[in-house]
């Protein structure tokens, strides 16, 4: 086992046994909610980092998993990695709605005794946010030192700073933004129309996999930039010539069929089709007429935003946005754009630059 | 050069830094002036030396515009030793003039003796320890003299508050008042938008 790897991990569960208040107006009667952990809590109780998952995501952030999988973020979490277990305990934890354990559209309807499947109620980052400050209250956390998070993860960590300015020190916002575009939203509604589109869906035995995957298809296009297709793909063809057909010519055609079929296997449809609502939905500043300086009068939190400046799903100038109303607001923060030509999917890739970055904005220095 | 640039900021205010470099001068604001300071910076070692030192920095060229900043948002805006590396100092004067209650420049002072003296007996781009750049290589596309800057203060809007002449490791030195313009390494300015 390499020195700077977590090596197994057990993934663990919070049970809140109360009813739960949402956003929409709807109640869940209390959820489970499993999570990760790595590193240890020290004697003071300061060094917790929640780490926030993404669309696709889930709580298993680093190490490897029972079936001996690596987590979604292994390259950047662990011993010595940019978020450093040596020195702090990091908390993954599966948002509400999830399909890797915690309640969503597969589990149980207490009221109807059957799955949830399409009636499991919207959520909202505030409310992952609030189910997140459960979860802090039950690892007896006084507070987190950090919360950290990428693309949607980054917009939990934003809320986190808003919604419980006493809870957090410390946020780390990556390649994300305040709110969606009107082109972000497009991109969303395409991939819902496809899983919406499908026979499958709500059937009762049936999985709606091909909708599922075609919206994957369409999602990996906006994390990777041209450029990065273009190194990747180019025009390579599978047989090295056209065969006048609808099969799989050119090798990008292959590569995107086999991310829809693969993660149609392991995500939910349900669910996917609600993290795109959670995307859209997420507006904190519409508490506040729309002024996001404003919504961040209240933040105490020292935030640390970072865009990579081949990334057009949320583009540096949408990080530069949120940037500037922490300026407006009178409030700590620095902004990084890191070139990078991966796109979206920078994020999840580590450089010494994102590293440092990230390291060194942890460091206490108080 | 730093306690210079301290004594003409009040305790606790917003002070804006352009081109922070490794963020010395904000960290010291920090310290003695409890200022609430942001820097901008492109060179992304000296950003990664500005969270280091816990000093607020943000990832922006100032060529770009200044744009996002709002009017009179800063009680002091810095720019120690850069305009003359801008691509346009009279819009970027202006600017600053525009975001900050007061703005706090200093140059690099082209006319000095030994510049002179370079270029007249030497034949050649004049070299010192305020403009350690060969002509080909230098950042500083825009070289003035004091004469020159404050000309630029009175075409652009700009009133100066007060001026400090140094030499080029920042310490003032009042004989250079007999012949600013033939003596000054560096010049301090405060200046502000006139009303």
Known sequence: MPNDSLGRVETKSFIHKDSFALKSGRTLQGFEMVYQTYGELNEAKDNAILICHALSGNHHVAGLNAEEKKGWWDDMVGPNKAFDTNKHFIVGCNNLGGCHGTTGPNSNNPETNSAYGSSFPMVTVGDWVKSQDLLRNHLGLPYWYAVVGGSLGGMQALQWSIDYPDLVKKIIVIAAAAKLSAQNIAFNEIARQAILADPNYNSEDKLPKTGLGLARMLGHITYLSDDAMREKFGRDMKKGEVNFSYDVEFEVESYLRYQGESFSNRFDAHTYLLMTKVLDYFDPAEAHGGDLAKTLKSVTAKALLIAFSSDWRFSPERSRELANAFIEAKKDVSFLEIDSPQGHDAFLIPSETYDNAVKTFLEKNE | ?195
């Open chain 2, 1 to 195: 050069m730093n306690k210079l640039i301290g004594n003409f900021i009040e305790t606790d205010a917003r002070v804006l830094d352009l081109g922070c470099g490794d963020g010395s001068l904000l960290a010291f604001l920090k310290n003695n002036n409890q200022v609430n300071g942001l820097g901008l910076e492109i060179n992304h070692q000296k950003i990664q030396e500005c969270l280091q030192k816990d000093v607020n920095v943000i990832d922006q060229d100032i060529d770009s515009g200044l744009s996002n900043f709002q009017d009179q948002s800063f009680d002091a805006v810095i720019m120690s030793q850069s305009i003359q590396a801008l691509r346009k100092p009279e819009v970027a004067l202006e600017e600053i003039t525009r975001i900050g209650k007061e703005a706090i420049i200093s140059i690099p002072n082209f006319a000095n003796w030994r510049c002179r003296l370079q270029l007249i007996f030497g034949g050649t781009m004049p070299i010192s320890s305020a403009l350690p750049h060969d002509w080909y290589s230098t950042p500083n596309i825009h070289l003035c003299s004091l004469k020159d800057f404050e000309r630029l203060c009175v075409d652009h809007g700009a009133e100066i508050l007060d001026r400090r002449l140094l030499s080029f490791d920042g310490q003032e030195q009042l004989f250079m008042k007999a012949a600013p313009n033939l003596l000054t390494e560096i010049a301090l300015y405060r200046v502000k938008a006139k009303n």
